[in-house]
């Protein structure tokens, strides 16, 4: 099975609320990614596990939160959703550095 | 910083044309690049990648791609397209020394039937 399973499929928050995005593989893939992804703009990367360790892009350190409890799941956190954050969240994995990535078919939030 | 250019936001062609779909990238140092292909209401799918070797490599379906150290490419090509072929499609390219995978804007391919 090669499916990265994200949930909910679409997500609708308020201004000033959290929201707690899913995403799950049965790969055993050591590496996993969150992307941003708005309309006519390339995918964003927020960031990525590679096994435990957590990296975040500089530029969204303060604005999203993630975990990872086992190797299957990851989550992506946002503490305080504004109007910016409506967005389609693209969450990905790969077995290694060098190896493809697997995306699930994300998870569109949107953002009121 | 690593950038990806994909120069043309949207493509038109009639079954059976053959089509090519440009990225440009910018960076200096030792890359992986790759393409992946998006179906309406799906995820990014993996089509083909380049680390080093024959710079021509195939993917799935008859794409193909080539790199061009000196011109800083790496074009998707297919000489027949279907119009399961209609897809947005993203290149994306990654540094060695990490993990980050850059991607392109994307390029709508438009196949007409």
């Known amino acids: 099975d090669t499916t990265v399973k994200q949930n909910p499929r679409y997500k609708l928050a308020r201004v000033g609320k959290p929201v707690n995005l899913i995403c799950s593989q049965t790969?055993?893939?050591?590496?996993m990614y969150w992307y941003q992804k708005k309309p006519n703009q390339a995918p964003k990367l927020l960031l990525f596990?590679?096994?435990?360790?957590?990296?975040r892009e500089a530029d969204t350190f303060e604005k999203f939160q993630s975990s990872r409890p086992n190797n299957s799941f990851c989550s992506l956190y946002i503490g305080s959703a504004g109007l910016e954050y409506s967005a389609m969240y693209l969450c990905?994995?790969?077995?290694?550095?060098?190896?493809?990535?697997?995306f699930g078919s994300g998870t569109r939030l949107t953002v009121l | 910083t690593q950038t990806v250019s994909q120069s043309d936001a949207h493509v038109t062609v009639f079954e059976g044309d053959s089509v090519e779909l440009r990225c440009n990238y910018s960076?200096?140092?030792?890359?992986?690049l790759s393409w992946y292909i998006q179906h309406h209401g799906r995820g990014l799918q993996f089509l083909l990648k380049?680390?080093?070797?024959?710079?021509v490599v195939q993917g799935v379906n008859g794409f193909k791609a080539e790199f061009s150290k000196s011109d800083s490419s790496f074009h998707l090509r297919k000489a027949s397209v279907h119009w399961s072929d209609s897809a947005v499609y993203f290149c994306?390219?990654?540094?060695?020394?990490?993990?980050?995978?850059?991607f392109g804007a994307g390029t709508r391919l438009k196949v007409i039937a």
């Open positions: 960076y200096g140092g030792s890359i992986y």
């Open positions: 994306a390219v990654r540094n060695t020394g990490n993990y980050k995978y850059v």
């Open positions: 990905a994995s790969s077995r290694d550095s060098a190896e493809t990535l697997y």
């Open positions: 790969m055993n893939h050591d590496t």
């Open positions: 596990y590679y096994d435990k360790i957590l990296n």
């Open positions: 380049y680390y080093s070797g024959n710079p």
